[in-house]
């Protein structure tokens, strides 16, 4: 195959996907203990391209000493430009070294696309050995500035791209800074910013206890690098450092308290060293100062205090720090509620990639918060890149969005069960419950009960509303699992508490019906009248007949027709015809056949069978309407098609004496 320049290699490498990435990196995005191959299947024809917004010059003879000069000068787009030409032998002779030469000049002042194009050199070798940490490092800064060609071709490798944070560890690590070379050690042994990578990890942590830092000591103990694991003795390595004032090294035993390694788990302790190292300006542990008072974990719950720790935090660009403080704003704990500064941090942590804080603003964007234009595009856009880290939440979110197709997504309820399956896997309770609902109505998936049942209960036994409520019906009807009344009611009570108005309806007709309780009229009335406040009609239909009947309250007509009144109004049926009725007989309202009529009318044409009895009557007895024996007929046949008996034996007798 013959020779192609650079620019060439990359595009069509990114295009295509023709470099076998597996040759660099293994599945979890390790460096391969075999780095020296590397595959690239490219077509020999030529392409016009760019690599990182870097284009290809097009030049004449007279361009050339013009662009050389601008070079020597010190213009990095012309430094690259020049690059390009000699990888390309235009204008000069094709010269791969000298390419990387220029290339590596404007790099080093920050240009994306020479940044890129030396990744390129240096994973293909050409103009330079090939190294593929080097690669890394140059499209790791390029992916920074935002080059999507680098940040396209380490997502292609499976590779999270540097943070800032972690890019500036690796200059300073790389230029001989012990302490930073012990934070990116420790970076790389927990996968924090960086992929987990043990070898980078033991390098980092090597080179800066070979410098006698103990805090590297000990991680490379704690973590195992340098043979037996033992988080115990690592831990006295830290705890030696941190007496002796290293910061990190009191944030990383504090850390060790917060979660038990090396040591009993104590958030006191754990607090306590923070804020040690919060008072030298270690930035991790005055974020951690500010959650422990936000939470308080190791001390008494202070939303101020909080906010001061975050605050500090996140005004040195600490994404965690400021997602936190977006939201302690967002509710208004230890702040000012402000839904513009909630906003406002959360982009500042977004933008640096902080999952939680895209799940918020892409909410802020769902609901026009903060001063934001309501753009369910933009939500949805920010989800996906939350949820493609991992968040539960974004992913709970993209499935609302699949199942109710907004944000520029299709409907598509199988994609909405794959991201409901995807939180609900992480313990989401809302992704649970969904997923419960999607196995039982067989949307998105193959109808299935028991598993609807499964993750129902999941999601209840974390205080789901929802699941708490679907869970109570499976258990009422026995769909899913065996039928039994006790639990539902159990269940529907659990619902009622948290406000469900359905659940306070069904836990009354359950106390009314004796159904896994004792039967409690009273009970009934009670968890009625919460409902009916609530507006639904239901329970005021059912409050209404409780006062009718004097059922678990005092016998009160009137009372009966004003709950009557409001269901039917709302276009129940049942209190149509009851209200009807009321007119009809004059009980709890002024006796009225017209009035009466017109409430029998509506609800005998919903199909109640009670109001075409009575609306048959009326016609009959010419009450509220004229005399029509026709409209009585049928008016008492749709009731007794339906199956009212009173309705087929007034017929049989209306029809007998219309007969000749």
Not at 530 to 553: E, F, I, P, S, T
Request: with cysteine; proline share 2%.
């Amino acid at each position: 195959m013959k020779h192609l320049s650079l620019t060439i290699l990359i595009m069509s490498a990114l295009i295509s996907g023709g470099i076998s990435l597996f040759n660099i990196y293994g599945r979890h995005g390790s460096p391969a203990n075999d780095t020296s191959t590397l595959q690239a299947n490219l077509p020999d024809t030529q392409i016009n391209g760019s690599a990182a917004s870097a284009q290809s010059p097009s030049v004449s003879a007279k361009d050339i000493p013009g662009i050389e000069k601008a070079a020597e000068q010190g213009d990095p787009e012309s430094q690259c430009a020049l690059g390009l030409m000699y990888s390309e032998g235009k204008g000069v002779p094709q010269d791969y070294v000298q390419a990387v030469v220029w290339f590596q000049k404007a790099a080093d002042q920050g240009l994306p696309g020479a940044e890129c194009l030396l990744a390129g050199a240096y994973l293909v070798g050409e103009g330079v050995a090939k190294d593929n940490k080097q690669a890394l490092k140059w499209f790791h800064k390029a992916a920074l500035q935002g080059s999507t060609e680098a940040q396209k071709f380490l997502k292609q490798m499976n590779v999270i791209a540097d943070t800032p944070e972690a890019a500036t560890l690796r200059d300073k690590a790389e230029s001989g800074d012990i302490d930073a070379a012990k934070q990116l050690g420790f970076l790389y042994a927990y996968g924090e910013k960086v992929p987990q990578n043990p070898g980078e990890a033991s390098h980092w942590l090597q080179f800066a206890a070979d410098h006698g830092d103990l805090c590297a000591k000990g991680g490379l103990t704690f973590f195992g690098l340098n043979g037996e694991a033992s988080q115990a003795s690592g831990f006295q390595l830290f705890l030696q450092a941190a007496e002796n004032g290293d910061a990190f090294a009191q944030s990383i035993v504090a850390s060790c308290y917060s979660n038990g390694s090396g040591a009993k788990q104590d958030y006191a302790k754990a607090l306590a060293w923070n804020q040690k190292a919060a008072d030298q300006g270690n930035l991790e542990a005055q974020f951690q100062v500010g959650f422990a008072y936000y939470e308080g974990l190791g001390t008494a719950k202070d939303e101020t205090q909080a906010v001061t720790w975050l605050q500090k935090a996140a005004d040195q660009g600490l994404a965690k720090a400021q997602s936190v403080l977006g939201e302690a704003f967002y509710t208004g704990a230890g702040a000012p509620k402000d839904d513009v500064a909630a906003v406002s941090w959360w982009k500042k942590a977004a933008e640096q990639g902080d999952a939680k804080a895209q799940c918020n603003l892409g909410k802020a964007y769902n609901e026009g918060l903060g001063g934001l234009e309501k753009d369910d595009v933009e939500a949805v856009t920010w989800w996906e890149k939350s949820a493609d880290q991992g968040d539960a939440l974004a992913e709970t979110y993209l499935g609302f969005a699949y199942t109710n197709g907004f944000g520029g997504l299709e409907k598509d309820d199988a994609k909405a069960v794959a991201w409901f399956q995807r939180a609900a896997d992480q313990g989401d309770p809302d992704a649970e419950s969904k997923l419960g609902f999607a196995y039982h109505t067989g949307t998105g998936v193959t109808q299935d009960y028991l598993q609807a049942v499964s993750w129902y209960q999941k999601a209840a036994d974390q205080g789901n509303e929802d699941a708490e409520f679907n869970l109570a019906n499976a258990y009422h009807t026995g769909q899913g699992v065996a039928k039994d009344y006790v639990k539902a009611t159990n269940w529907y009570k659990k619902a009622a508490d948290q406000g469900d108005i359905v659940a306070q309806v069904n836990l009354g007709n359950a106390y009314k019906e004796g159904l896994g309780v004792p039967q409690d009229d009273a009970q009934a009335v009670n968890w009625w009248q919460k409902a009916a406040d609530l507006g639904d009609a239901n329970a005021q239909v059912n409050l209404g007949d409780a006062y009718l009947k004097g059922k678990g309250v005092a016998q009160d007509d009137a009372e009966a027709v004003a709950w009557h009144q409001k269901a039917a109004e709302q276009g129940n049926a049942v209190a149509q015809s009851e209200l009807g009725y009321a007119y009809y007989t004059g009980k709890g309202v002024a006796q009225d056949d017209a009035q009466a009529v017109s409430w029998f009318r509506k609800a005998a044409d919903q199909g109640n069978a009670a109001a075409q009895f009575d609306l048959g009557s009326a016609y009959y007895k010419g009450r509220g309407v004229t005399q029509d024996m026709t409209q009585a007929v049928s008016w008492y046949r749709k009731a007794a098609d339906q199956g009212l008996p009173e309705a087929k034996s007034v017929l049989e007798q209306v029809q007998s004496h219309a007969s000749p």
